[in-house]
């Protein structure tokens, strides 16, 4: 069974930094996508950033580009959002997804097959 576990959410000040991972298990994802997604209360889930598990391709949302960066632990089957330069309109649920998406560039949730349980991160101002 695919299970995808978040963690790393929390509440900072705005300026600040959080580093959000996605931990990966339960089958091989060499040849998946990994993408961060967010949401927020009456808003759409919206696309933040995706990573191939394989080769160094990695997409970011025009939102976040410069501020967030996307990497992996093939090793440790594991992702990592860090996130700095926080702003309030920041502050939703954060989700990683898992899925054998092609192009990496493809920002629709409904594409992505697995899906974690979310972490919340909210940004004061």
């Known amino acids: 069974q695919v299970q995808l576990v978040e963690s790393g959410g929390g509440l900072v000040q705005a300026g600040g930094s959080l580093r959000l991972s996605c931990a990966a298990s339960g089958r091989t994802f060499n040849t998946y996508i990994i993408g961060w997604f967010r949401q927020s209360p009456g808003k759409e889930r919206e696309f933040v950033a995706a990573?191939?598990?394989?080769?160094?391709?990695?997409y970011y949302a025009d939102s976040v580009k410069g501020r967030f960066t996307i990497s992996r632990d093939n090793a440790k089957n594991t992702v990592y959002l860090q996130m700095n330069s926080l702003k309030p309109e920041d502050t939703a649920v954060y989700y990683c997804?898992?899925?054998?998406?092609?192009?990496?560039?493809?920002?629709?949730?409904?594409?992505?097959?697995?899906w974690g349980q979310g972490t919340q991160v909210t940004v004061s101002s």
């Open positions: 997804s898992a899925g054998r998406v092609t192009p990496i560039t493809t920002m629709n949730s409904g594409r992505y097959d697995y």
């Open positions: 990573i191939r598990m394989t080769g160094s391709n990695t």
